[in-house]
């Protein structure tokens, strides 16, 4: 649904079934209102997506005859998973056609899911190329450390440690599953002894195959927010190197390195950027999808026919979603930047009228 939501664009159409409430007029004049199913294609005008219920809302103006509905007429349909919708674009450039078939693409699954805990408190995410998505969130009070309360706090700590381990073997697959982070500022062995032992008691084979799959990380909070501190510890980079999520963490990585040692080589803004590209130096491209979603067309066509530059010249195209945490990091840069082949001069600005960019010469090394 994140990927529908990323094709789907204003002045775009649609086609989809969704339910009217039409008046009617008796003979005695007296009207009346029915919810009627009916199917419509409407031209769009905005998009929303709501991600915890999985579902687009699209509203637009009515573009085919219907017996319920006017030409011109507005409706909002909900577009949901397992409903079919048809889209229709005046043009499908390369990043949509990219995106569709990555949508197809049955190999994308989530491999990365992070467990965040501190006492009484746990957060279990998923984490794909497009978003990071809370599944679950554990609250339970656990007594403070006092004379006389030993069993009771021990019972309450094995409770919320069952429930972690409950609803992890309830909300993650294992079998697609190549990292699973544990972070807390002080339970993670506690919680990886725990596992260990209920996968000897109930001998549990997924538990049992899946300790080599869980990395340990020191982190200061439980909370979501501490997900940045997770996915910069370089023990965890080193073990995302084999998840689909690796390859944008390591890029935004490499980037705000390369603006700290080397900022001649790490441009960021569409201007810098694109003259960058004009010059054949752009090596690793970093842009966030919803430059895409521009409600100015000439500005989506404008990042577009950058991406496609830098392709054609042989540069790596990362398009970070805006929902994840490395998107997030990207924003801060305009949403776009590029870790450069070789240095250049930063571009300035001569003539503040017409905007003309002038280059200064370096001899690249």
């Known amino acids: 649904m994140w990927q529908v939501y990323n094709l789907l664009s204003e002045r775009d159409s649609v086609t989809a079934s969704t339910i009217r409430k039409v008046l009617t007029e008796s003979e005695t004049r007296s009207s009346s209102s029915n919810r009627v199913r009916t199917t419509l294609t409407i031209q769009i005008e905005t998009v929303d997506f709501d991600a915890q219920a999985c ?9 085919q005859e219907n017996p319920y509905v006017k030409i011109g007429a507005y409706h909002a349909i909900d577009l949901e998973t397992n409903r079919e919708v048809s889209l229709f674009k005046l043009c499908w450039d390369s990043i949509s056609i990219e995106r569709l078939k990555c949508a197809c693409d049955p190999a994308q699954t989530v491999d990365l899911a992070v467990v965040q805990m501190q006492e009484g408190l746990a957060n279990i995410c998923l984490i794909t190329k497009s978003m990071t998505s809370l599944k679950t969130r554990i609250e339970i009070k656990i007594p403070q450390k006092q004379k006389g ?20 073997l309830k909300h993650l697959n294992f079998e697609a599953l190549r990292v699973l982070i544990i972070g807390s500022p002080d339970f993670v062995d506690q919680l990886y002894e725990y596992l260990c032992e209920t996968a000897m008691k109930t001998k549990s084979q997924i538990l049992h195959d899946a300790k080599r799959k869980f990395v340990p990380c020191k982190i200061s909070t439980g909370f979501k927010r501490s997900l940045k501190e997770i996915l910069q510890d370089p023990a965890v980079l080193s073990k995302l190197s084999d998840t689909k999520v690796g390859a944008e963490v390591h890029s935004i990585k490499s980037f705000n390195q390369m603006l700290s040692t080397d900022p001649s080589r790490a441009f960021y803004g569409y201007k810098h950027v694109s003259v960058a590209a004009e010059a054949l130096a752009v090596d690793t491209l970093l842009v966030t999808d919803n430059l895409f979603r521009s409600k100015d067309i000439s500005e989506r066509r ?6 496609d530059s830098v392709r054609s010249s042989g540069g790596k195209i990362r398009i970070f979603s805006s929902m994840h945490f490395s998107g997030e990091e990207l924003a801060k840069f305009t949403g776009i930047a590029a870790i450069l082949r070789f240095p250049m001069a930063e571009p300035k600005e001569e003539d503040e009228d017409n905007k003309e960019v002038v280059l200064e010469k370096v001899a690249p090394i």
């Open 149 to 168: 309360n030993t069993a009771q706090r021990e019972n309450a700590l094995k409770k919320f440690y069952k429930n972690i381990v409950d609803d992890v």
């Open 302 to 307: 404008r990042y577009v026919s950058l991406v």
């Open 55 to 63: 579902v687009i809302r699209v509203k637009g103006r009515n573009i």
